[in-house]
């Protein structure tokens, strides 16, 4: 049997990734002549075309799509088996971490997140980026290195995920609003001038179907993309805000909170990374400081 060319891996998957001859030239340091003979070994060995041109760019064939993941996934593997292994020193560690995460959680958990990690790592910077959506791309790319939130239907199934708490749907309303006295029901509730969150635009939700079965409707008023939006129009006039309770204790300072007086299904936060970088000492490491701040932060009332 012959021996394959293994270097042509490292080949296809920056061909896949970058999707120009030129450009995968530039990253691995060839000529675009080089390049292209390369292209041309690997549509021989494989049986397909690989990359076919579409105006003046390239486009991958569908057996190019079926392999992008693959190959990207085989080459991080072998790349982690020929890096030494390294012992990791915390006090010299230099490095940029980019956390992409739901909203209120950096206002809860940031401080004592960096505060940790510059107690530990003093040469460790964390970079919080807003979650504006659930796609997985960022983290497949390496862009983003965790990600927070709630694990849904659109997660890729190859990112590896922990939970790290558990939140509740609360009302919020300011200080001196009408249902800051006097018992809650499920009618003074939706009776009331609602803010429905939705960073798609939808004014339904789980608290919605809640309402159904008791023959209530709320007054959505106005629709809005973000908790700390909802919570800055509850504080100035005398909308509601129904809101996770731990994401946004800070957020609710001088506020008056309550539980709801439906049943609403929990949520379940999570901590999500790609499996690239899974084994990685210092990745692992900033896993465990993440679980371990908001394991110490009990629930906010």
Not at 129 to 157: A, C, F, H, M, W
Request: aromatic content about 4%.
């Amino acid at each position: 049997m012959s021996i394959p060319d293994l270097n042509l891996l490292i080949t296809l998957d920056v061909l896949l990734a970058e999707g120009s001859v030129a450009r995968a030239a530039q990253r691995l340091r060839l000529s675009p002549s080089a390049m292209s003979r390369a292209l041309a070994r690997l549509r021989a060995t494989m049986g397909d075309p690989l990359l076919v041109r579409a105006g003046r760019g390239l486009v991958p064939t569908p057996r190019a799509l079926e392999l992008r993941e693959r190959v990207s996934q085989l080459v991080q593997d072998a790349e982690s088996v020929l890096r030494p292994a390294e012992k990791l020193d915390l006090k010299h560690l230099v490095r940029i971490f980019t956390l992409r995460t739901s909203e209120g959680f950096v206002e809860n958990f940031g401080p004592g997140l960096i505060a940790r990690v510059g107690a530990e790592a003093p040469g460790v910077r964390l970079c919080f980026i807003q979650k504006v959506n659930r796609d997985s791309t960022s983290l497949r790319d390496g862009i983003v290195d965790l990600e927070t939130g709630v694990v849904g239907k659109t997660t890729s199934p190859e990112v590896r995920t922990q939970a790290l708490f558990h939140d509740r749907f609360i009302g919020v309303v300011r200080i001196g609003h009408p249902l800051s006295q006097g018992e809650i029901t499920p009618s003074r509730y939706a009776t009331g001038r609602h803010i429905c969150i939705s960073r798609r635009g939808i004014a339904q939700g789980p608290i919605d179907e809640a309402l159904k079965p008791l023959g209530l409707e709320r007054e959505i008023v106005t629709i809005v993309g973000g908790f700390s939006t909802a919570l800055a129009l509850a504080r100035a006039s005398d909308l509601i805000a129904s809101v996770p309770e731990r994401h946004t204790g800070n957020l609710r300072a001088g506020m008056y909170s309550f539980p709801l007086p439906i049943s609403t299904p929990d949520i379940t936060v999570s901590l999500l990374w790609h499996p690239r970088v899974d084994a990685d000492p210092a990745h692992r490491w900033l896993r465990g400081c993440v679980r371990d701040v908001c394991a110490d932060n009990s629930p906010i009332q």
